[in-house]
């Protein structure tokens, strides 16, 4: 099973070829018996609400015949041409939006929590299976509004306050999550890490977001969970040539 814990979007020019990278490694990890589970982190969520300032113009290219656009919809013609088209994809109830749906929000694997940002006592007992349902109603719903949970600053797609030199205060409120959600572990993403992938809180929470994406020039690791034995496996960093990271969309 490969989880990978969202940002796929807004990293580069290359997000629709990954996005149907993920979806052909699921189609066969499941004839072969496995899954690859792809997060949504807050960046496919801000591509939903129409926030694109961090879109490449690779970005916007590689989506403009990713669907229908009515050159009558009022919303797209507030919006240059070569945006419409991404806008028009990744709106609610857009082509993309609908792939996005497929994305959970929080992910649970035996006793591991996977999300992107983190999550607090609140959103285990608002359910985690009711936040992702809430996100895949929206998100397959043209014109509906995003629930306040998951736009909220401290949603499971924003949080960060484990992975930011988190004090004895956050790793009580870690620890009371995991209690409340029977869990043993959360692995995060969205906080990047500049020494690797690093646990905190006595090993109670990870996290996994080493700047990875090529547009980044990151480091390339991943963390391999094999029953209780976890371990971080590094390639050599000189592997991958680095790219200079993305300019800020419109």
């Known amino acids: 099973m490969l989880v990978q814990t969202g940002d796929v979007l807004d990293r580069g020019d290359e997000e629709r070829a990954i996005l149907d990278l993920f979806d052909r490694l699921d189609e066969q990890a499941q004839r072969a018996g496995g899954r690859v589970h792809v997060l949504s982190g807050n960046h496919e969520i801000m591509n939903v609400a129409g926030d694109l300032r961090y879109v490449t113009p690779g970005g916007f290219a590689a989506f403009a015949d990713a669907g229908p656009v009515d050159p009558a919809d009022p919303l797209l013609d507030r919006y240059p ?6 806008l028009a994809a990744f709106r609610p109830g857009g082509p993309y939006a609908r792939r996005l749906a497929a994305h959970p929000i929080v992910l649970v694997v035996g006793e591991t929590l996977f999300v992107h940002g983190g999550l607090l006592p609140k959103h285990v007992r608002a359910g985690l299976e009711a936040i992702n349902q809430e996100m895949r109603d929206w998100l397959s719903t043209e014109g509906a509004a995003g629930p306040e949970l998951l736009l909220a600053r401290d949603s499971p797609i924003w949080e960060r306050r484990y992975a930011q030199d988190p004090s004895p205060a956050d790793c009580q409120l870690a620890a009371e999550t995991l209690r409340l959600a029977g869990a043993r572990r959360l692995v995060v993403g969205h906080t990047t890490l500049p020494h690797g992938i690093a646990s905190f809180c006595e090993d109670r ?3 996994l977001d080493v700047g990875l994406a090529r547009s980044y020039a990151g480091r390339i690791e991943v ?7 976890l371990r971080v496996l590094r390639l050599d960093a000189g592997a991958v040539p680095p790219a200079e990271p993305p300019d800020a969309g419109p």
């Open 81 to 86: 041409e070569q945006v419409r088209p991404r």
């Open 205 to 207: 929470v990870w996290d």
């Open 223 to 229: 963390l391999e969970m094999s029953g209780a034995e």
